[in-house]
């Protein structure tokens, strides 16, 4: 066997285990979430005319919103202390009041697609694995608004470009962290 040979035998050596120590632990995974999820209050106005007077007409309206709740699922790969995952989440709050004295029946719904990268630290805190990341993806935003006039509706909707910072703290055995001491 010639130097040559020899080097690339060897170099293909190293690069096949290195390759294959992260794929022994790689594995896949999916998971749920849930919980509470809070919304800005809106600024808008209503711009119209006076059908009595003629004159142009603009209604400022600040809106706000309830709490309100969110649930998805995701499915990922983990490889390592990374795992690149696809997430789902629906999201959905109402409107409580506005600028205006009056409470409007509104809703605004959110579904949302994201890719994110994630990585775990490995720190020795028993079960628990904190983690930072980052996400993208896209959103179709729906809002509905029926006003305290009769016949007043308004239906919007939007699809956007979202981002998402991540950090957080996860089990890797639940039931560990749930009784471990019962």
């Excluded at 979430?33 to 007409?57: A, D, F, M, R, Y």
């Excluded at 490889?79 to 409470?103: A, D, H, I, Q």
């Excluded at 605004?108 to 890719?115: D, I, R």
Aim: hydrophobic share 40%; net charge positive.
């Amino acid at each position: 066997m010639s130097m040559q040979t020899s080097l690339l035998a060897g170099v293909a050596v190293a690069v096949t285990a290195a390759l294959a120590a992260p794929a022994a632990q790689a594995q896949f995974y999916l998971g749920a979430e849930g919980g509470w999820t809070g919304l800005e209050g809106t600024k808008t106005s209503i711009n119209g005319t006076n059908p009595v007077t003629g004159q142009s007409v603009n209604i400022p309206i600040n809106q706000s919103f309830d709490g309100g709740f969110n649930v998805g699922a995701r499915a990922g790969y983990q490889m390592g202390p990374w795992r690149f995952e696809g997430e789902y989440s629906y999201r959905s709050n109402t409107g409580n009041s506005t600028n205006l004295g009056t409470r409007l029946n509104a809703s605004v719904e959110t579904n949302s697609l994201m890719a994110n990268a994630i990585y775990d630290f490995n720190v020795g805190w028993g079960p628990l694995t904190p983690h930072i990341g980052m996400g993208v993806g896209g959103a179709t935003v729906n809002g509905n608004v029926n006003g305290p006039v009769i016949g007043f509706r308004s239906k919007t909707s939007d699809a956007i470009f979202v981002y998402q910072a991540i950090a957080g703290a996860r089990s890797r055995n639940l039931a560990h962290l749930v009784f471990k001491n019962g």
